[in-house]
């Protein structure tokens, strides 16, 4: 083989992701030696501007660190004040905020699996994943007033009750996703395309699972058994002794932590987040659904507080975790924000390597990442000709690498 | 094996003695009809032993995970530096054990040695430490910004108390801007 290399810039915007991200893949022929990765190009400063904000105001804020997971981050936020100011949540309202965080996993997962197909070009799964998931955007939209940004949390509980009339709304919900999950579950595990595009494409090993602190269905597809829900007791999750990690071992699989072992772990997500709100409906208790529902004696009595408090939560993505330090003010003095993809994003680099061009796009939509789109790609090779290509170019390959292992599983 | 916080702290205390500065466990229950207990120990050390500790909890309970990249609190001599790691992470139901460790650095003397060696993936964490908070990390295998433009000065860190954007500041008082 011959030991020239050549690089290639991927990004920083890009279709395969939702924010801009720059790569650079050094290549021999078609396969991928070594990546390196360059971030920051949409770099808010969200840390920053919490603290000049009240304990409330930053709730609403946090909620635009991420539209998919955009309780996960409220949810991480408000338990690591509640912890640091001692605040106990009202039974209801560990509920309500465990059936909001399923729903939203829910359809986190089913975006996921679209914008996965559409990377493979398998774009009749692409449609319909993402008209199926319009159903739970809807539920949402019903429950919490909104499809994304529910402003569903505040310190000490949640804002809105699901009432006893949402209650057979949401049940009718559920039911329509379990007649569908047969169906979802046999195009995404089973379709023999689908598993020559991911099977032993993207591998991350237990070892490096576990050295690169990956998280969420990417640590637990690769036999790392790590599901913050299980690990860390918060809302209604232990009162679900039956509650475990999923792994690709549920399907009879030992984890090679591939993409296909990710898709494995996600469809099963789906399945468990639906008995998770079933579980729910059926023990919520009644009673209050906040500590305080006074935002201003919220503000003033944390404003008289000293403290640190540590909130996780595992969003769709993998564990999103804040610190929180109060210091007598009205806003926190201090919030550090870790997102799931921050701690994906090494695993990458190992993932890659070795990995052919026409499978970047789905090796990187594996993870789920958080970060966004683009258009250019362009090549720079050793004799300094520069070669650009376009998305549709990238994508045409990726594409092109689908029809051959159709024609081949049709032979 | 059940992991005891507390048992911890006190491997800390053993190996390490008045290096080891303070430690406290904080305890919350959980769960509404299933009462569970949250644990979180906070270890509050010296810089010169956080290395060699980090490495000792690696060896006899497993490979840490950074949780979160770490926090600080600025005081008149120096800051502290907080890395929330946990312990045992994906071995049991409620077998976790976070541990958040407190590091003081004075501002004069503004470095601490990577941990990268001992947790690879606190590398990114690392590198937006330092360009947020101006922290050195000594023997770092890479010490490039992560996130910040290459058009902000290298002795910026825009997370430090009393960070004023250059480029508002410039413009104070023009149009438009107060």
Same mark, same amino acid.
């Given at each position: 083989m011959s030991l020239q290399t050549y690089t290639l810039n991927i990004g920083p915007?890009?279709?395969?992701?939702?924010e801009p991200v720059q790569f650079k893949f050094e290549i021999n022929g078609e396969i991928v030696v070594k990546t390196d990765i360059e971030f920051?190009?949409?770099?808010?400063g969200i840390e920053s501007v919490a603290r000049s904000r009240n304990f409330i105001e930053v709730i609403y804020l946090l909620e635009r660190v991420c539209g998919i997971c955009s309780v996960s981050h409220p949810m991480a936020y408000c338990m690591a004040v509640e912890q640091a100011a001692g605040i106990e949540v009202p039974g209801r309202a560990q509920y309500i905020r465990t059936i909001i965080g399923e729903l939203e996993r829910l359809h986190s997962h089913l975006l996921w699996a679209g914008v996965a197909a559409h990377e493979i070009g398998f774009d009749t799964l692409f449609m319909y994943t993402w008209n199926v998931r319009e159903d739970v955007l809807d539920l949402l939209e019903q429950v919490?007033?909104?499809?994304?940004?529910?402003?569903?949390?505040?310190?000490?509980?949640?804002?809105r009750d699901i009432t006893e009339e949402l209650v057979p709304v949401v049940r009718e919900v559920l039911d329509h996703y379990r007649s569908l999950f047969n169906r979802m579950s046999e195009i995404m595990l089973h379709d023999e395309s689908v598993r020559m595009r991911c099977e032993n494409v993207g591998v991350l090993t237990y070892e490096d699972a576990l050295k690169f602190c990956a998280v969420g269905p990417t640590a637990r597809a690769s036999g790392?058994?790590?599901?913050v829900r299980v690990d860390y007791p918060m809302n209604?999750?232990?009162?679900?002794?039956?509650?475990r990690p999923v792994s690709p071992r549920d399907l009879g699989r030992e984890p090679h932590g591939d993409v296909y072992d990710r898709v494995i772990v996600r469809v099963l997500e789906i399945q468990q987040s639906i008995e998770i709100i079933e579980y729910c409906l059926d023990h919520m208790p009644e009673?209050?659904?906040?500590?305080?529902?006074?935002s201003v004696k919220i503000i003033n009595k944390l404003k008289k507080m000293q403290g640190e408090g540590m909130g996780r939560y595992e969003a769709p993505r993998g564990e999103v975790s804040h610190y929180d330090i109060l210091d007598?003010?009205?806003?926190?003095?201090q919030l550090k924000v870790k997102a799931p993809t921050y701690s994906n994003m090494q695993t990458w680099v190992t993932m890659l390597e070795g990995a052919e061009i026409a499978d970047i796009p789905i090796v990187v939509a594996s993870i789920d990442p958080c970060i966004a789109c683009a258009d250019r790609m362009t090549f720079t090779k050793g004799n300094g000709k520069i070669v650009t290509l376009t998305s549709a170019d990238l994508h045409k390959m990726s594409i092109e690498k689908m029809n051959e292992v159709r024609k081949r599983c049709n032979r | 094996m059940k992991l005891h916080p507390d048992y911890i702290a006190d491997r800390l205390k053993y190996v390490f003695g008045e290096d080891i500065h303070a430690s406290r466990i904080v305890e919350r229950e959980q769960g509404v009809t299933r009462k569970v207990t949250q644990r979180v120990l906070h270890v509050t050390m010296a810089r010169r032993v956080f290395h060699r500790a980090l490495s000792l909890l690696k060896n006899e309970f497993g490979q840490p995970h950074i949780s979160c990249p770490m926090a600080s609190k600025e005081y008149d001599e120096g800051m502290e530096l907080i890395y929330p790691f946990t312990l %045992?992470?994906?071995?049991?139901?409620?077998n976790e054990i976070p541990v958040v460790i407190t590091v003081f650095i004075p501002y004069k003397d503004l470095r601490i040695r990577t941990v990268s060696d001992v947790v690879p993936g606190i590398l990114y964490m690392e590198r937006e430490t330092r360009e947020m908070l101006g922290v050195m990390f000594e023997d770092t295998p890479d010490d490039r910004r992560l996130f910040?433009?290459?058009?902000?000065?290298?002795?910026?860190?825009?997370?430090?108390?009393? %960070?004023?954007?250059p480029a508002i500041k410039n413009n104070a008082g023009k149009e438009g801007i107060k």
């Open positions: 915007t890009h279709p395969a992701f939702k920051g190009y949409t770099h808010r919490t007033g909104n499809r994304v940004n529910y402003a569903m949390l505040t310190i000490g509980g949640v804002r790392l058994n790590k599901d209604a999750y232990p009162d679900m002794e039956w509650l009673g209050p659904i906040a500590e305080e529902t006074n007598n003010r009205e806003g926190p003095a | %045992f992470s994906g071995e049991g139901e409620y910040t433009p290459s058009s902000l000065p290298r002795d910026m860190h825009p997370m430090r108390n009393g %960070f004023i954007d």
